[in-house]
């Protein structure tokens, strides 16, 4: 009977080894695969940014599926007081940030640095200007493509409006700050695009990285507007594209990956194939 009784226990305490791991730590193991990272990053603000921004936006959520990237085409200086009122994680600017500005709280981190083209209509016969005319043109001095070897035309002069990064960039960097007498202030970089496609005797100005087909970029100064020649300083117009984050806020999980992958040298690439030279 005792060898019988001695049988069962053996084969009862077998038993609960398989089932329930007899003579080990019986505690909860963490599971060895942690869940993937979801959620969201939004961005917003300049116009200029949005071939860059959304190139990166979505070879980032090829890589992050549970992540969701949003890009509000606002103009720099609403996506600038968009993330310093909390709507949005990363701002987006075509201009650096000013002293107020940064006093005020705000962080810059440069992405890229973009051409700001100089366009007009393909039928136009002007090909090239220099810094000084693409001033006197703005302020009002010359009035005539005549003037500058081109038709008999009244020039019209095509803008952003007042906040745009785009803006700020060309007038100061041709010294026409507050003095250019627009035709028409327009609300994105798409828009000046266009009018200047449809219209023969209009010139405009827009972010390099967005030119299409349907407008000629002039040279300045005898310098072509690209990416080289951004590079190298050589082509006179240029800026930078900006992140703009509160100082000593941090970025929520989705946000800080989606920021430091966009800054990484792994980016560099597709900011390039979008039309701008990468930072870093």
């Given amino acids: 009977m005792k060898k019988y009784i001695a049988i069962l226990m053996a084969i009862a305490c077998a038993a609960a080894l398989l089932l329930t791991g007899c003579g080990q730590n019986n505690d909860p193991q963490p599971n060895p695969q942690p869940s993937e990272l979801t959620g969201s990053v939004s961005t917003d603000g300049s116009t200029s940014m949005q071939k860059v921004i959304n190139t990166l936006g979505e070879a980032f959520m090829n890589e992050n599926k549970g992540i969701t990237f949003t890009y509000n085409p606002t103009g720099s200086g609403s996506g600038i007081k968009a993330v310093q009122e909390g709507r949005c994680d990363i701002g987006l600017s075509s201009r650096a940030l000013k002293a107020e500005e940064k006093e005020a709280g705000l962080k810059e981190t440069v992405l890229a640095y973009d051409g700001i083209a100089i366009i007009v209509n393909p039928e136009n016969p002007v090909s090239d200007l220099t810094l000084e005319q693409i001033a006197d043109i703005y302020t009002g001095k010359i009035t005539n493509?005549?003037?500058?070897?081109?038709?008999?035309?009244?020039?019209?002069?095509?803008?952003?409006?007042?906040?745009?990064?785009?803006?700020?960039?060309?007038?100061s960097i041709t010294g026409t700050t507050d003095a250019c007498q627009y035709r028409q202030e327009l609300t994105s970089t798409g828009d000046v695009i266009t009018t200047v496609a449809q219209n023969p005797d209009a010139i405009g100005y827009a972010s390099l990285a967005s030119i299409k087909d349907t407008v000629k970029a002039l040279s300045v100064g005898g310098v072509v507007p690209t990416e080289d020649s951004v590079k190298d300083g050589s082509y006179a117009i240029q800026r930078p594209f900006v992140l703009v984050t509160v100082e000593g806020k941090a970025l929520s999980e989705c946000a800080q990956k989606f920021f430091?992958?966009?800054?990484?040298?792994?980016?560099?690439?597709?900011?390039?194939?979008?039309?701008?030279?990468?930072?870093?």
Avoid: C, M, P, Q
């Fill in 145 to 171: 493509w005549k003037d500058l070897g081109g038709n008999d035309a009244e020039i019209v002069l095509i803008g952003r409006e007042a906040g745009s990064g785009t803006r700020d960039g060309f007038e």
């Fill in 260 to 280: 430091e992958y966009i800054t990484s040298s792994e980016a560099a690439s597709l900011i390039s194939a979008a039309g701008a030279v990468a930072a870093n």
